[in-house]
Structure formats: C-alpha cells, structure tokens
C-alpha cells in the first residue's frame, strides 16, 4: 500500500493486545496488518505528560530513520476508529530466535553473548539476564541511548528470521530527564564503532535540519534540547555509559 492508503484507508480493528498497559489494537489497513495506539487509551502516568506517548513513538520512528538502521518498524500518526493514534507495521518474529533470555548461570555460552546481571530462579539456581552479542543489537543500544528509552524490555525486541532486530513500544522515550531503564548493558564501557557514531552524527545533523523541525511538532523545545544534548555527550564520550540518575537501570518486569 501506499503511505497515502496507510494514512487515510480504513482501519479496521481486529483484535487488542491485553498485556499491554496502555490501549493497544490489532487491525488492518487493506492488507496491512498494523498496530494501533490511541492517544485516548493510554493510561496516566506520574513522569511523563499526559496524551504525549504516540507522539514520543513517532518521534523515535523519526530518529530511527535518521540513524538509518531501522530499528524501529514503519511508524505514523493517524485518525483511528478511537481517535489519533500512533499506528505500526506489524512484525512477525522467529519464534526459534530470542535476543534477550535468562540463562542457567552455568549454561551460559562462552562467546556471542553478553551478561547483564545475575540472580537466582524460584529453586534457588543461579541465572542470567544475558543478550546476544550482535550488531543489529547493538546498534538498538544505541538508538535507546539516544532516545532516552525508560522501558527497553526484552519482549519489546523482535527477533527476525533474517537476523534483524525490530525494537517496539517506544511511548516512555525521550523525557527532559534521564530514565534510561534497558536489558541492554552487556556493552557498558566499550567504544562507539564507527559506524554507531557516524549514525549519532547523521541523528545531530538533522536535529538541525528536517529532523529538529518535524520533532518540534512531536516534542516539547526542553525535550528536544536534551536529545541534542544526549547525542553530543554520547558522541564525545565515544563508548557506551554506565547507568546513570536515580532510577533503576533495568526495567520491571524484564520481559
């Protein structure tokens, strides 16, 4: 379909995911399978600003477009049978691949993983919040970086067949503050590759060209200075920081 029969053609609800906390629909557009998010169905939270969170999923679709690594699937705003709403290409994942698990302490692989923290199951037995060591991964740390994600679980990451990493649910991003809350800390302290902080440079440029101007219609002006701010102290830094704030470093739940 075109970007003009996703934006306009009917869409037909099909069915609503119930483990979500805010409204979140199943439908289609024609033959498009999509995600729909009314701005009317989510829920008050105490730190972000009410009726913001389909717009902070737009934002970050932008973002993602940026960088240029498509982490975040086909994203858009538009009017739905409940109102504006954040609307997403659905994804069907590999159900055989997981890039996020928790992993018997002693199973853990030697090599093509990272670990994150360590804790003890229900019997006792030492696990491991572990995710895969890969690029496509990692490029999703970075863009969580960027957008200042406060909720990176790992259910929130679609695994695909071909190897690519879909990153979703993007409501609680790009806050004034920093609330970073990810899985995704197995690269805490290395170096920026090259390609990562030439797409933290294409994210800059464009925070002052057609990114900054269509942002300003998504976010609020302190919310787009701290981006700004956020890609310069990444970018000077030139490897991946330690948690920082008040906050926890791993969201809750995990998955």
């Known amino acids: 379909m075109t970007a003009a029969d996703l ?5 037909t609800l099909t069915g609503r995911l119930t483990t979500a906390s805010n409204a979140t629909f199943l439908g289609s557009i024609g033959d498009a399978v ?8 989510e829920a008050p939270l105490w730190d972000f600003p009410a009726g913001t ?3 902070r999923e737009m934002a970050a679709y932008l973002i993602s477009q940026t960088l240029g690594w498509g982490v975040v699937p086909r994203t858009w705003m538009r009017d739905g049978p409940l109102g504006e709403g954040m609307v997403q290409l659905w994804q069907e994942q590999d159900p055989a691949q997981r890039a996020v698990d928790l992993i018997a302490t002693d199973h ?4 093509g993983w990272r670990s994150v923290l360590e ?9 491991t919040l572990a995710h895969e060591d ?3 991964l990692r490029r999703m740390a970075v863009f969580d970086l960027i957008v200042n994600n406060a ?10 067949a071909d190897g690519h990493r879909y990153g979703v649910d993007h409501g609680l991003t790009l806050h004034r503050d920093d609330k970073l809350r990810t899985v995704l800390w197995g690269w805490l302290g290395d170096a920026l590759t090259t390609e990562e902080r030439d797409g933290i ?7 002052h060209d057609e990114l900054g101007r269509r942002l300003t219609d998504l976010l609020s002006i302190d919310e787009v200075a701290s981006l700004t701010a956020r890609c310069a102290q990444l970018r000077a830094a030139g490897r991946f920081p330690a948690p920082s704030g008040e906050m926890p470093a791993v969201p809750w739940p995990l998955f």
Do not use: C, F, S, W
């Open 34 to 41: 999509v995600v729909y998010k009314p701005v009317a169905g």
């Open 119 to 127: 804790g003890q199951d229900q019997d006792g037995q030492r696990i």
């Open 108 to 111: 853990l692989p030697a090599t």
């Open 7 to 11: 934006a306009t053609a009917e869409l």
């Open 134 to 136: 890969t690029p496509p």
């Open 151 to 160: 909720d990176r679980k790992g259910d929130h990451i679609l695994a695909m």
């Open 201 to 207: 440079d294409r994210v800059t440029n464009g925070l």
């Open 53 to 55: 969170l389909a717009r």
